[in-house]
């Protein structure tokens, strides 16, 4: 154990809600006669095996710097009782899970070994998560540090199909497994066939209309991403809202998804100032730091005063080939397996999360370029691409990558941006922010696809749309040049070693990711697996073993042939006790004219021995 300026404890707790719901909790406290504050990280994930790992590494370090660092698993996940509700956070159906969250605070806030200080922590969706619990209790918690809080199901408001099958199926598998009888006894069975009686898959409430904005911050946050994860927007917009009275700090780094190491030191200096009143420069740094190809640099405040419009228009500065002069219109329609090259939509770190050379995809595409450039462009923020269409065509839907092309062809993706129009009229098309400097020579490029599978549903009618370049025009977010910025830095810091875990890779692994053509049914389909499958086994002698395989396919000229689905298995055992129980999910998603059509299947196995099996269908507008 490396040396912290406090020696730590570390203990369970049950934390009682008021309607007698008991949620399983796991304290790291460090050693002292002398009230220290809280920062808590709530969440529906499950810490005594799903996140065990990074919890001691993570939250013993905090609690070694002078707070008290807690772990609470959510109602009705892990070891905690009560039921799961699933539904979206934005959604109608509000599940509560803030509401919850807010008693826990108030809990924690009254211990007698708490200054009534409460600084939160969240990934992912429970970054949204502490979002919301902040607005909901402002009078305990102080500060909050969010990583890639979750977004919506929609983007320009075309349907996700990337990722949103398979954050429902691994929602409705997570929220099926059963406690653990090491930890809640003989009731184990009891809770988890009351659990399973209780789930209600999520899709259909995600997949619903866009629900609208993200929490704002309601208390001092810091917020951080990495500029490929679909959160790095949310993380813009919080950044922009900061005031006096509740500053924000933003950090876009080039990280996958989830909470890079060299952040806890800035979360903690951070939780430092507004929960221990120590000065320790948290607000003396940039609004935004963000990683610039190369180098690290600052803005302040943000939006920056140092950046400014650049337009490029489609019939000038940027131009396409191959369209006939007496033709106003410049036609798009791409084949439905366009988007084949998109990378993940949730990048987590692996050499296949990343988008290859786009110049396939610009194949499919139609492609406006630039001249080379003649000097550097640094980009920064969210670009944007006016459009006039064509009124005569039907429902569009729109799909807009920026790539910078080297001087040897090579074409790599800056950005992308996606509209879903019922009928074609005068639209923008919003971009994902990015953060990239192209350099001297290489040109810009504009490609427009009508589809952008897998990423987004296809739209019905396979004929594309038609838009008028000497009407449209692109727009970056283009950041003056400035001195190298040298003197932001991240350094990870000395974390304890985590209890060991032995690891099984799977006989038969399948790779992360695989297309296949089937060239006689002009079909495309693409197969995923995740880096968590294989049998890992715990110091604590539980036995846990996942399997999950994505997979997607679509025809070629059939958009409405497109099918997602996504199988989970999670295996619990626990040899010497006995105990075996394994829980089987899917999500299947297709498509017709006006609907998405949703189905999901359940089976959960003791010992072998079916105990709950159970199917949903839905059918959700378009």
């Given at each position: 154990m ?7 404890t ?31 990280e709530?969440s529906t ?17 905090i609690?070694?710097?002078?707070h ?27 599940d ?5 969250g807010?008693?826990v605070v ?15 922590l ?33 983007l ?17 598998a ?9 930890y809640v ?7 988890w ?18 629900p ?10 810091l917020?951080?991403a ?10 813009l917009?919080?950044a ?28 903690l ?14 607000l ?8 610039r ?5 600052g803005?302040?405040p ?8 650049v337009h ?7 131009r396409?080939a ?26 987590l ?10 110049r ?13 450039l ?28 920026l790539?910078?092309v080297?001087?040897?062809g ?12 019922a ?7 919003a ?13 810009l ?7 952008y599978w897998?990423?987004?549903?296809p ?11 000497s ?27 985590p ?20 060239i006689g049914?002009?079909?495309?389909r693409?197969e995923?697996?995740?880096?968590t ?20 396919r ?33 999500t ?6 006006t ?14 021995n ?5 199917e ?7």
């Open positions: 490396p040396s912290y300026p406090y020696r730590t570390r203990e369970d707790l049950r934390v009682p809600l008021p309607d007698g719901t008991e949620l399983c909790a796991r304290l790291w406290r460090p050693v002292t006669d002398e009230p220290v504050p809280v920062v808590l709530y994930d499950r810490l005594t095996d799903w996140t065990a790992t990074d919890d001691a590494r993570r939250h013993p370090w609690a070694g710097h002078g008290a660092a807690v772990r609470v698993d959510a109602r009705g996940h892990g070891n905690s009782g009560g039921v799961p509700a699933l539904h979206s956070p934005r959604s109608l159906h509000d509560g899970l803030a509401a919850d807010a008693e108030r809990w924690l806030a009254a211990r007698p070994w708490c200054s009534g200080r409460v600084g939160l969240g990934t992912g969706a429970a970054g949204e998560t502490a979002l919301r619990l902040a607005a909901l209790a402002p009078d305990a918690v102080h500060a909050a540090v969010v990583v890639c809080p979750e977004g919506p199901h929609r320009g408001g075309a349907v996700l199909a990337a990722d949103g099958h398979t954050r429902a199926t691994d929602r409705v997570d929220a099926a497994r059963p406690p653990d009888p090491r006894g003989d009731d184990w069975r009891a809770m066939l009351a659990r399973l009686d209780a789930l209600e898959p999520p899709i259909a409430d995600w997949l619903a209309a866009d609208g904005p993200a929490p704002a911050a309601a208390v001092p946050t917020a951080v990495g500029w490929s994860d679909p959160s790095a927007g949310a993380v917009a919080l922009a809202s900061g005031s006096t009275a509740v500053p924000v700090r933003a950090v876009l780094g080039p990280w996958p998804h989830g909470l890079p190491d060299v952040i806890l030191p800035e979360a200096r951070w939780y430092d100032h507004w929960l221990r009143d120590i000065d320790a420069g948290a003396a740094v940039p609004a935004l730091r963000s990683w190809t190369d180098r690290w640099c803005d302040d943000w939006p920056s005063p140092g950046l400014r419009e490029y228009g489609l019939d000038g500065p940027l396409t191959g369209t006939s002069s007496e033709d106003r219109w410049v036609h798009v329609r791409s084949p439905q397996h366009t988007g084949l090259n998109a990378g993940a939509y949730v990048p770190g692996r050499p296949a999360d990343q988008p290859p050379d786009q396939e995809e610009d194949g499919r595409s139609v492609c406006f370029d630039s001249r080379p003649p000097e550097p462009l640094d980009l920064l923020g969210t670009p944007s691409l006016a459009l006039h269409l064509n009124p005569g065509t039907g429902p569009a839907l729109i799909a807009a990558r790539c910078a080297a001087p040897d090579t074409s790599t993706l800056l950005t992308r941006g996606v509209r879903a129009l009928a074609p009229a005068d639209t923008t098309v971009f994902a922010p990015t953060g990239a400097t192209v350099p001297t020579g290489h040109r490029r504009l490609a427009l696809s009508s589809t897998p990423w987004i549903w739209g019905p009618e396979p004929a594309g749309f038609a838009l008028d370049p009407r449209s025009a692109l727009t970056l977010p283009v950041r003056r040049p400035t001195p190298h910025t040298d003197d932001i830095t991240f350094r990870s810091p000395t974390l304890p070693l209890p060991p875990l032995q690891l099984t890779e799977p006989l038969t692994a399948h790779p992360e990711r695989v297309t296949v053509h089937d049914r002009r079909e495309w693409t995923l697996s995740p880096s499958d294989g049998t890992r086994t715990h110091p604590d002698g539980l036995v846990r073993a996942e399997e999950t395989v994505t997979a997607y679509v025809l070629t000229a059939t958009p409405l042939s497109a099918r997602a689905r996504t199988d989970r298995t999670v295996r619990l055992e626990r040899p010497t006790a006995g105990w075996d129980a394994t829980v089987h999910t899917r299947e998603l297709r498509c017709d004219p609907h998405l059509l949703a189905h999901t299947q359940v089976r959960a196995e003791e010992a072998g079916v105990v709950f099996t159970r949903w269908h839905h059918r959700i507008p378009r």
